[in-house]
Structures are given as C-alpha cells and as structure tokens.
C-alpha cells in the first residue's frame, strides 16, 4: 500500500504521463486485492481513490484554464463576456499651446499650382499679408530683369537684393519674398538651441542667377559666435529639412544676417550654446488691450514675449487685429537667458477701483516657449469693483493703472523688468491707417545721416553724444545698453527717431537743447541749401520739407 502511494504521488510531482500514472496505480489496487487488505489498509483506501482520481481531473482543469487564457488572445472583442472589460485608455496628451498640429489635408495638383500662382504674381511694390494653404504669408514678388531690383517687406527689417547682371540681358524673371509665419515651418531644436530670426522664403525655390542676391533679415542674438545660419533646401509645402549653411555664405552682424544665395530657398537664424556656455536672447515685450470705453466694467491686458525683431512685433499687431488690441506703449527689452528657467509674469500693483479676475497673480511662461521663438503670450482680466456692487460706474476712477513684474524662475535678484501700464476713457485711439496705405515716416537725408552720426558717434567727455539723445527720446537703462552694442549705436538712435516721424525741426531742437551746435549747424546748413516747399530725397524714402524754414539763432 505505501508503495503504490509513493508511485501514485510520484505520477503527479515527477512529471510522469497521466495515463501511464493511472494504468500503474490501477495494476498495484488489483494486485492488493488479490493479496487481501488488513483493517488498517482497507480504511487507507478512500484517500488512495481520492488520488487516483483526483489528480487527473485537476490536471485536466488546469489545463483548460491554459487553453481558454491562450485562445481568449485571439478571440473578437464582441465575443468576450461583458465582465472582460479592458481598463479604459488615457486620452492623448494634448498638443502644447504653441503648437500647431502638422497634420494639414493633402493638397491636390491646382490647389498647389494656384499657390505658387498667387505668391509669385507681382504686387506692384506692396506687401500683401494672406493665408496661403493652410500657411500665413507676409509677401512681395516683382519681375526683374538684367538691371536687378530690390524687393523690400514692409516694417519687417527683410529684403532681397538681385545685383544688375544677375539676369541675362533680354531676359525678365519673376521673383518672390516670403516670411512665414507658420510655426510649423520652423527647424526642429533641442534645449539648447534658440531661434533667434525669421523663417525667410526665396522664390521660386531653386532658381539661380548668374551673380549671388543678397538676403537680409534681422536677428537677437547677443553673442555672434553662437549664431547659425540654417537652410532648407526645399519649397514652401514640402517637408523641412534643415541643415547649417556654413559661414562663407553667410556674414552675420550685431543685429542683422547677410546672405549670398547661389540658389533661392528658406532660410533662418539659430542660436546654438556649446557644452558649459550660456546663450542669450534679446526680446522685446509688448503689452496690448482694447480702448477703455465709458462705462466698461471688465479690461483684459496682453503681455508678449517676442524675439527682438521688427517681424515678431508685427506678427503681435496682426495676431491682436481680430480682436481690436492695440500696443500701448513702447516695447521693453529683456535679457533673457537660456538656461532652463521659465518666465514669471507677477501682477504687483492695480489702481483703486478695479480687481483681478483671474485666479492667481503670476503666471509662467515655459522657457521653450521662448526660446524657441513661439511668440506667446500670457494676459490678465481686470474688472471695476462696481461690477460686483450696486454702485454706478462712473462713481468710481475712470483709469486704470498696473504695474508687473517679470524674470526667469531663479534669476530675479539678478535681472527683472518691471512693466507699467495706463489707460483711461479720456484718450483718444486714432484709427490705425489703411492696409494699403502705409504710414508715414520721415526719413533723414542720407548725406545728413551721415554727418550727424560721425558727429554723435565719438564719445564726449561731458556726455552729450549719442546716449544724450536717446535720453531725450525716453530711452534709459537698458535701452541705451542695448543700443550700445550696436555697431553703430548713433545710427540706432537716429534710425528710432525717424520711426518716431521726428522733424528736422524737432531734432534741431534736440541738438541746441544738448549743446551740440555742430550738429544743429549741419541741420541748418542742410535746410539753408533745400528750397522751400520743395521735396528732397530722404535716407532710405521721401520726405516733404514743406515749411520747415527755421531761425537762425544758434
């Protein structure tokens, strides 16, 4: 009897076959019943059945739960039972804010023969501003022939030089400049590089002259040596590839690239650290808000962090159109570095009369968001107090004034900008000028340019030079540190005060009220010799110097 236990048990843990198991426990029962069983075995004999039958049938159980957890795999969904559910599935992360999906529908053939049509059709000297495939285009074309041409987007520091002699002689091209603001266009970057200049599109891709053009944008970066120029040997709606120009064609200035293009394409400005460097950035902030109308119980202000470029502060102007904001103010620089640390707006000061709508008084801005020249922004709510009051609105201040605080998380002992804003129901928003007309800006003669900026260059013992200037035009801090690493800071200034649509008799003002006498002479001289009421060709356009006699009071 113990032997025929010991064979049962060792069927089941030494892995032997379960029918020879069975035929070999049944042949030892016969064998004991023909010897005859004493008392003891025969009350054995339940538990050795309870073995001989149990294990096979758990063996059998076992091994149709193997089946069903194998062929369950490979069954449908539907033919599940309703307790088989699967644990429900997170939805997608949702794309950053900057972001825009890649994902467009595909073009067909006339879509994209119309799109080319429409961008390289000339536009007779005008930047037009569309969307174009799914893309947001600031524009110009022209035909150009053996003589050259320059082709020039409005307000955006962007310009295409063709040399004379680039084209064959009886020969006309048509020729296109575009800045996109597609932000899916951009180059793909890392943490540590920086986008620090426009996406710039030459066309029609691919053609070639026979001199190199020159292309000229603008860029923000501080150190020059960290600055790349980068080209995506491909048209507008293919897939970017972009590579590193190399420096021999490119020339890559405090504030602007030059690039000698034997073939046209799309092009842009990286900022890249090595390994233990730190980069930085130049960016300019810019507030906006709708007018402050009588009786308006709620304002919302918008503050942008935009790469210092003239084509990042119109892509704000065109993105507030919609909505009816305006800039208020000029813009703010920021030194901005990039080093992994967020930007923190900190609302610190509201006017009496009004609160904060949102929740929270600072908000954070990602770095990359910055870094990588998204151009976001963040913006607060302000609402008048009587909104929540059985008070009259006019009762209360009819102006509102806030003051913020911006800086990197962790660098604001080092470096903040405080930010200030006002508006009131009495000022006066004069309507922005026509699309089509552009607005005035006087410009200086060239040859007075040029007078005026060898004499504000050098610096002056008692400080009237160029940096006088500048704090006579409102610039402090640093502004005037930021013209000063300008490659010709006197020219910055002068440049400004013509955005400023500054007269010649404004500026002679300035220079008598500096005590610069040779320059308010080199003004008089020039207006001495311009007849009156005459035109006269200005640095960089045309400016009228109708009734501009002044006295002759040094």
């Not at 026979?210 to 292309?215: R, V």
């Not at 004034?401 to 006066?428: C, D, P, W």
Request: charged share 20%; hydrophobic share 35%.
């Amino acid at each position: 009897m113990n032997r025929s236990l010991q064979q049962a048990s060792g069927s089941l843990f030494g892995g032997q076959a379960l029918g020879l198991g069975w035929c070999r426990g049944a042949g030892e029962l016969a064998a004991s019943g023909d010897r005859g069983m004493s008392p003891q075995e025969s009350s054995v004999q339940p538990l050795q059945l309870l073995l001989l039958v149990g294990i096979p049938v758990a063996s059998a159980f076992l091994l149709l739960q193997c089946l069903r957890s194998h062929c369950s795999q490979w069954l449908p969904r539907a033919s599940r039972k309703p307790d088989d559910q699967e644990e429900p599935v997170s939805p997608p992360t949702p794309l950053p804010e900057y972001e825009l999906p890649r994902q467009c529908p595909p073009s067909t053939l006339p879509e994209v023969a119309s799109f080319y049509q429409e961008l390289h059709t000339p536009t007779r000297g005008q930047t037009v501003t569309r969307q174009l495939m799914h893309k947001l285009l600031v524009f110009t074309a022209r035909e150009v022939d053996h003589r050259g041409g320059c082709l020039m987007l409005q307000d955006t520091g962007i310009s295409l030089l063709v040399p004379p002699g680039a084209v064959m002689v009886g020969r006309q091209e048509r020729v296109s400049l575009a800045l996109v603001w597609d932000l899916t266009d951009a180059p793909s970057l890392s943490h540590r590089q920086g986008l620090v200049s426009p996406v710039v599109a030459c066309g029609p891709h691919g053609a070639s002259f026979l001199k190199p053009c020159t292309l000229t944008f603008k860029h923000c970066a501080q150190q020059l040596s960290q600055a790349c120029v980068y080209t995506s040997n491909t048209s507008l709606l293919d897939a970017k590839v972009w590579r590193p120009l190399g420096r021999p064609g490119a020339h890559i200035s405090r504030d602007e690239c030059h690039i000698l293009l034997s073939h046209f394409s799309l092009y842009t400005c990286v900022l890249e650290a090595s390994l233990g460097q730190a980069a930085r950035k130049w960016l300019q902030l810019a507030m906006f808000c709708s007018p402050l109308a009588p009786g308006q119980t709620h304002l919302q202000l918008r503050v942008y962090f935009l790469n210092n470029t003239p084509c990042a502060l119109q892509w704000a102007i065109t993105n507030e159109q919609p909505h009816g904001g305006r800039m208020r103010g000029p813009c703010q620089l920021f030194d901005f570095t990039g080093a992994r640390a967020d930007q923190c707006l900190k609302l610190k000061y509201i006017s009496e009369g009004w609160e904060n709508v949102d929740d929270s008084s600072s908000q954070l801005v990602p770095h990359l968001h910055i870094w990588h020249g998204k151009c976001p922004f963040r913006s607060f709510c302000f609402r008048r107090k009587a909104a929540n009051e059985n008070e009259d609105c006019s009762a209360l201040t009819n102006e509102i004034i806030v003051t913020m605080h911006t800086f990197q998380n962790g660098l604001e002992t080092k470096y903040m900008e405080i930010l200030r804003f006002q508006a009131s129901e009495e000022e006066t928003w004069a309507a922005p000028p026509p699309a089509s007309q552009p607005p005035l800006c006087n410009r200086l003669p060239p040859e007075l340019f040029e007078q005026l900026q060898m004499l504000l260059e050098p610096a002056s013992v008692t400080g009237n030079d160029w940096r006088r200037l500048a704090s006579h035009l409102g610039l402090c801090g640093m502004k005037i540190r930021f013209l000063s690493c300008q490659r010709s800071p006197a020219a910055a200034i002068l440049e400004l005060f013509e955005e400023q649509n500054g007269s010649l008799q404004e500026l002679h003002y300035l220079m008598t009220s500096m005590e610069r006498l040779d320059c308010a002479s080199a003004i008089q001289n020039y207006l001495n010799r311009t007849p009156r009421g005459s035109s006269a060709t200005m640095h960089g356009g045309t400016w009228e110097n109708d009734g501009l006699e002044l006295d002759e009071k040094l």
